[in-house]
């Protein structure tokens, strides 16, 4: 039986990994309008140094996920900072990390850091560590460098939806999170430089890694910036074998990007994942609507009107606004 897009786009909206970042308008509200709003759903901040751009950005790793899978949690450090400097088309250069607990959880969080950062080729290159008993708790930061960088504000009506990912894999049972470690190994190191490429070569003007929010909430976040709309085909949807499209649509994989392609760019990027093993297949146009639907077996139902809705309350539109008192 199809699934009913209607109930789709309710799990989508419901999806706890969505929910939570409407708990990022906070920064907005703090600090008022600044530089995220020009470029709201990046996932990295692009630092000018000497006519070279430099990109950082930050990650804090779900505490119940450190103390379930202190291992695991290290690894993810990695990987999510490394998604966020490809999304920027940045090619990374360190990172650091913050991580407190027991001894028990710490050294195997730093053992996970240690060996992803071997597998993707990265240094950590320092960071602080308190030793506590109490809960454990893991951030990592990641400092990269854009020949071109890649904002959300450069996505634009006409430009072409590209979703790209490691098929590779198994779903964790007790994480929403698919991995491609073991049967992607070190070749994760060129994947996650292959959007630096993509940038320099022009092939991609903006991109989302997709992460907690999952693939629709992460596109409605790439989105929103500038108001845009699109109409994502779930039927042309790359999905991994044995997964189904709602564990997909609300998982957090490995490797998953969603990309902003100029038009006559389309075959040049889908070849680009091709040469290296990695799905990708035009999935959508960008248009003015401010609306993400989604379209599945014949039925098409909007998701996220970005007109009336922010996800991040970073990019607030003037109808969700309320009024002066």
Partial sequence: ?????????????????????????LVREVFGDSDWQAGPGDDGAIVMNEGTALVVGGEAILPAFVAAD????????????????AAMGAWPLALVDTVTGPRAVVRPVLEGMRWAAGLYDVPVVGGHLTGTEGPPSLSAFGLGRADRPLSARAAAPGQSLVVAACLDGKMRADFPFFPSFDERGDRLAGDVRLLAEGASAGWVTAAKDVSMAGLVGSLAMLLECNRLGSTLDLDALPVPAGVTLREWLLCFPCFA????????????????FAGRGLAAVVAGALDDTGELRLQLDGQTGVAFDLNRESVTGLAVPPAARPAPA
Wanted: hydrophobic fraction near 45%.
């Fill in 257 to 272: 990007f969603l990309l902003c392609v100029p038009g006559g760019a389309e075959g040049e990027c889908l070849r680009a």
């Fill in 1 to 25: 039986m199809a699934e009913d897009i209607g109930a789709l786009i309710e799990s989508v909206r419901a999806h706890p990994g969505v929910r939570g970042k409407a708990a990022i308008g």
């Fill in 70 to 85: 202190p291992y695991g949690a290290g690894v993810a450090a990695v990987t999510t900072n490394l998604n966020d400097l």
